[in-house]
Nanobody
Framework: QVRLVESGGGLVQAGDSLRLSCVGS????????VAWFRQAPGKERDFVAF????????IVEDSVSGRFTVSTDTAKKTVYLQMNSLKPEDTAVYYC??????????????????WGQGTQVTVSS
């Protein structure tokens, strides 16, 4: 069973940076892609970024492209989300999730089996 724990959230000002971490446990954690999602109050959980462990290929959502990057550290079983030039509209709870499939690239929450508890990011203007 895969378990994920996010950390690194906080209260920052617009223009600041944060790095979120997602530490996974379980033998299979580094075999399945990982994604970051975020959920603002009263809104649906939205895709932010996706990354594969095997080749490091990644995708980020258009609204954060050029500001957010996703990376992995296999030895530490950790996925990072580096967030630069933060905006108030980035305020949300950020979740990492492990995919159901090793091969499929998906931006939908239904494609992810295991989730962390989330970490709050608040960006003030």
């Amino acid at each position: 069973q895969v378990r994920l724990v996010e950390s690194g959230g906080g209260l920052v000002q617009a223009g600041d940076s944060l790095r979120l971490s997602c530490v996974g446990s379980g033998r299979l954690f580094t075999e399945f892609p990982v994604a970051w999602f975020r959920q603002a109050p009263g809104k649906e959980r939205d895709f932010v970024a996706f990354i594969r462990w095997d080749d490091g290929s990644s995708i980020v959502e258009d609204s954060v492209s050029g500001r957010f990057t996703v990376s992995t550290d296999t030895a530490k079983k950790t996925v990072y989300l580096q967030m630069n030039s933060l905006k108030p509209e980035d305020t949300a709870v950020y979740y990492c999730a492990s995919a159901n499939s090793k091969w499929r690239t998906s931006f939908d929450v239904s494609a992810y089996a295991s989730w962390g508890q989330g970490t709050q990011v608040t960006v003030s203007s």
